[in-house]
Nanobody, 125 residues
Framework: QLQASGGGLVQAGGSLRLSCTASGHTFSRYAVGWFRQAPGKVRKFIAAISWGGDGTYYIDSVKGRFTVSRDNAKSSAFLQMNSLKPEDTAVYYC????????????????????WGQGTKVTVSS
């Protein structure tokens, strides 16, 4: 089970840190992905991190502003979001899936079997 938290209302240019905490799984061997769904739009992949933390990936629109990290000892992953823009407004989801390689990550929603419930991020202009 995954629990996403940390969303809220922030002004443009501000920062938020989202957390994704797992229970009931060997989180340390799960790759984690972050997705977001803006109002009226489909859910979209934005970032990923391998279970070893060696592999990370970001879509262009968040690269340089968002950073994924994880603390396997705490069964948690994080999405640090800086320089937020109104277009970042969305419900953010974390997802996890077992992976074989410490630097392997997934990018497609269909590759993940475990999802958090979503946390809403609103960026005002």
């Amino acid at each position: 089970q995954l629990q996403a938290s940390g969303g809220g209302l922030v002004q443009a240019g501000g920062s938020l840190r989202l957390s994704c905490t797992a229970s009931g799984h060997t989180f340390s061997r799960y790759a984690v992905g972050w997705f977001r769904q803006a109002p009226g739009k489909v859910r979209k992949f934005i970032a990923a991190i391998s279970w070893g933390g060696d592999g990370t990936y970001y879509i262009d629109s968040v690269k340089g502003r968002f950073t994924v990290s994880r603390d396997n000892a705490k069964s948690s992953a994080f999405l640090q979001m800086n320089s937020l823009k109104p277009e970042d407004t969305a419900v953010y989801y974390c997802a996890a899936q077992p992976a074989n390689g410490r630097d392997f990550y997934y990018e497609r929603a269909e590759d993940f079997n475990f999802w958090g419930q979503g946390t809403k991020v609103t960026v005002s202009s």
